[in-house]
């Protein structure tokens, strides 16, 4: 004899076990989110972590690059420029919120054509 399910518990069962995984895990979140053909704002704070600076210089233009960074503080931009190497706290020293997103722009573009020119 087999144990019968209702099909729909079944299914809420898993989303709401998914849904607790995404909550708790929001890299996992994030990774789902850009395979997905839809547009999604996040809080920055939520976001430094997770965020690759490269990745958004790379995937859109100039100008939406420096928008997305502008979200962030200043803070959260240090960490991240530290976190892939584009810069040292030295280097960010003092800088306001617009040199410091075109550091992480002029950097991160150099970084991303030398990635090119070597694969």
């Known amino acids: 004899?087999?144990?019968?399910?209702?099909p729909l518990?079944?299914?809420?069962?898993?989303?709401?076990?998914?849904?607790s995984e995404l909550a708790a895990n929001p890299e996992m979140t994030?990774?789902?989110?850009?395979?997905?053909?839809?547009?999604?704002?996040f809080e920055a704070a939520e976001m430094t972590e997770i965020v690759n600076p490269?990745?958004?210089?790379?995937?859109?233009?100039?100008?939406?690059a420096r928008e997305l960074f502008s979200a962030f503080k200043p803070a959260e931009?240090?960490?991240m420029a530290r976190r892939v190497n584009l810069a040292s706290s030295t280097d960010?020293?003092?800088?306001?919120l617009d040199d410091l997103i075109?550091?992480?722009?002029?950097?991160g573009s150099?970084?991303?054509a030398e990635r090119s020119s070597i694969g």
């Open 30 to 41: 994030y990774r789902i989110i850009k395979a997905l053909p839809v547009s999604v704002t």
């Open 9 to 19: 518990e079944v299914i809420d069962k898993f989303l709401g076990a998914l849904r």
């Open 92 to 96: 960010m020293a003092r800088l306001s």
């Open 110 to 112: 150099q970084k991303i």
């Open 1 to 6: 004899m087999t144990d019968q399910h209702d």
């Open 54 to 64: 490269l990745e958004i210089i790379s995937q859109n233009s100039s100008e939406k």
């Open 77 to 79: 931009l240090k960490k």
């Open 102 to 107: 075109d550091l992480i722009m002029s950097r």
